[in-house]
């Protein structure tokens, strides 16, 4: 009862999950259940709960983060020096041999009166190393003839969607409601101030950020960046702890401008910022650091695909070429360009080829530098994040259209030196 009442006061609003995983993977010795699968959504506290509770249990028990697993092998070796220690430098690099070796240390009464216990973090990543995996860890214990040993599977996908031959309890960790997000953040809060006035400003805090995340991780660094803010009126005098309307007035801003900045891990400020520190010289303004946190040549790709996109291609040679001759006196028909202007914006982005995005890349670059696998990798990093689009099949010379806009190519190209405005036609 010990060990309940301690994950109740460190994991609240998580009574009925903890009562659950307790009664499968807290009674050592007993026969139990050969799979468990937790599930729910990121930041809900599924690795956490199970962490904890057996390290104050008395099993025997190793945990496999399968993200860092690239190989079978980092996977089982591990696992097997954990639970089955041996003077043998056998590979285990296969669910044979490590089954094999369970067997032996099930045999030396290695869990003799103990529970065994195999923790799978992030499962879904085991298909990686081959379909095999999943299915024989969820029936290990069906395979190694050992009645205490269970395997917990941990995954933000639903079991239903993993072909799992076999009898396994399902844990679900909902995600957190509002009322509970407030009970958890007064929990981990990190000020000592008192508890009510917290409560009052993560009510005032949720109201702005939980349509744009629920998740913990994140809304917790939120909170704790803005409460300092939050709190500067009423230590400073001007503003009682009471006056929720006040404050709330006070920090309105400053949240609603950080709503762009969430999962970035960076402060964005208000306008008063903004301009305090323009004023001061600064290049970087904290708005200006919304800026994608991109490589350095990624950035110029990115700058370059939004002027191919949005500039004619006949209009290259002007813009970015050195010399590009002396100009022809051409007949000028009034009110020809706006129309041109309208149409092309009303078309949108263009589509380019991949020989015109890397003249325009060199155009930019202030240092030459030549074409090799890490800046072809640059173009296909910015495709899968979304900031570019490839048309055309495999069997034709591809081509690509940018999808960002003025308002977010502007900062990033301040951060290398550039002014977009300065290649724009229109």
């Known amino acids: 009862m010990n060990i309940k009442k ?37 930041a809900t506290g599924k690795s956490s709960v199970v962490e904890r509770l057996l390290q104050l249990s008395d099993a025997v028990h190793v945990v496999i983060n399968c993200i860092e697993c690239y190989t079978a092998r980092l996977a089982l070796e591990p ?17 044979a041999t490590f089954a094999r070796r369970l067997k032996q240390a099930h045999k030396n009464d290695a869990f003799s009166n103990r529970s065994c ?5 992030a499962c879904e990543r085991l298909a990686d190393l081959g ?37 396994y309890v399902s844990v679900n960790f909902p995600q957190y409601t509002r009322n509970e997000l407030i009970d958890v953040l007064t929990v ?26 629920r998740c913990l991780d994140e809304i917790h660094h939120l909170a704790t960046t803005h409460f300092a803010q939050y709190v500067a009126p009423v230590e400073s005098g001007q503003l009682k702890a009471s006056d929720v309307a006040g404050l709330w007035r006070n920090i309105a801003p400053r949240l609603k401008s950080s709503l762009d900045s969430v999962y970035l891990g960076i402060d964005s400020g208000d306008h ?16 200006a650091q919304q800026a994608l946190d991109l490589p350095y040549f990624a950035k110029h ?11 004619h291609a006949k209009t290259d040679r002007r813009l970015f070429a050195k010399s590009h001759g002396r100009k022809q006196r051409k007949r000028v028909v009034v009110g020809a360009g706006r129309k041109e202007n ?10 380019f080829s991949l020989d015109r995005l890397f003249a325009i890349f060199y155009s930019l670059l202030d240092q030459r530098t030549n074409l090799t696998a890490s800046l072809m990798t640059q173009i296909s990093s910015l495709v899968e994040l979304g900031f570019l689009v490839r048309q055309g099949d495999g069997l034709e010379l591809p081509k690509y259209k940018a999808l960002v806009g003025l308002d977010c190519v502007e900062p990033v190209a301040r951060t290398i030196g550039l002014n977009v405005q300065r290649y724009m036609v229109s």
């Open 6 to 42: 301690t994950l109740y006061e460190e994991f609240p609003c998580r009574k009925n999950q903890i009562d659950t995983l307790f009664n499968l993977l807290g009674r050592n010795g007993e026969h139990s259940v050969g799979c468990v699968f937790v599930h729910g959504p990121t």
């Open 342 to 351: 309208a149409v092309d914006a009303l078309l949108g982005p263009r589509s």
């Open 79 to 95: 696992a097997a020096r954990a639970l089955c220690p041996s003077d043998t430098s056998e590979r285990v690099d296969s669910v």
């Open 301 to 311: 790709f990115l700058v370059a695909a939004f002027l191919a996109s949005h500039n």
């Open 188 to 213: 981990r809060r990190v000020t000592d101030c008192d508890i009510n006035f917290y409560r009052d400003y993560l009510n005032v805090f949720l109201g702005v950020f939980l349509r744009a995340t």
């Open 117 to 121: 216990v195999i923790v799978l973090d």
């Open 272 to 287: 008063a910022d903004d301009k305090r520190a323009a004023k001061r010289g600064r290049v970087l303004t904290p708005r």
């Open 131 to 167: 379909q095999h995996y999943l299915p024989a860890f969820a029936r290990l214990q069906e395979i190694t003839d050992i009645p205490t040993l269970t395997v917990v599977l941990i995954s933000h996908i639903l079991p239903e969607k993993f072909l799992l031959d076999c009898v």
